[in-house]
């Protein structure tokens, strides 16, 4: 079975500081690997996602992740954070063979201070 | 264009009475996603549909949770006899159901249960 894992629940970091979001993830078969943001009070929206290609995948805003099939990992990372990216960030995962659902890691708080 | 839209935003119901979530897809979009995100549990799919057929309800958490599409379009969620571990933010979902697309996340709605 599929699982995805955030190993930090929250993340506490200063404005224009660097930030890394840890995803690990686990799987038998090839995996289509995303990340959602949830900023307070709004759903959910697409950050980025890795079908397949370069492993090294950026967003409008910034952020960037990188698909380490060797590690089962697929890390965010923002080189300087703005007070404006504290939301809830969710690694997800799907089998890359199907349309079915999104399976979710338990989400890390990021929470940007001044 | 329009997103996805959820009603109502809000519901608050006593125990042992059943409620309706409904969710309106974005027009054009085949596939259709259900997800519960509440504490301590992250974000849990329950259902997928692929038009009107459900070939995945491998969420559902009891038999009092069932669901139904029609005309390929709208989608209601129904709780009977609810319980008080059934208060969560329910999610909808859609796609346009092509390999690695991105699901459109509707805004919620906020069950309650006192």
């Known amino acids: 079975a599929q699982s995805v894992t955030q190993l930090d629940s929250q993340v506490p970091v200063f404005e224009e500081a660097p930030v890394e979001l840890r995803c690990n993830y686990s799987s038998s078969v090839s995996v289509y690997l995303f990340w959602y943001v949830q900023y307070p009070n709004q759903g959910l929206q697409l950050l980025l996602k890795?079908?397949?290609?370069?492993?090294l995948v950026e967003s409008i805003n910034g952020f960037e992740a990188e698909f380490n099939k060797s590690q089962t990992s697929f890390h965010l990372r923002k080189p300087s954070v703005h007070i404006s990216d504290t939301a809830e960030y969710f690694c997800a995962v799907t089998w890359s063979y199907n349309t079915d659902k999104l399976i979710f890691g338990t989400g890390t708080r990021l929470q940007v201070f001044p | 264009g329009a997103g996805v839209s959820q009603s109502p935003s809000n519901k608050v119901t006593e125990k042992g009475k059943d409620v309706e979530l409904r969710c309106d897809p974005i027009s054009g979009h085949t596939a259709l996603y259900w997800y519960r995100q509440s504490l301590g549990q992250g974000l849990e799919f329950l259902i997928y549909f692929q038009g009107n057929s459900a070939p995945d309800k491998s969420g559902l958490p009891s038999d009092r949770f069932s669901a139904e599409r029609t005309g390929g379009s709208v989608s209601t969620l129904t709780i009977q006899r609810t319980q008080q571990e059934d208060s969560a933010v329910y999610l909808c979902?859609?796609?346009?159901?092509?390999?690695?697309?991105?699901?459109?996340f509707g805004p919620g709605t906020r069950l309650t249960v006192l």
């Open positions: 979902a859609s796609s346009l159901a092509r390999e690695g697309d991105e699901q459109f």
């Open positions: 890795y079908l397949s290609g370069s492993t």
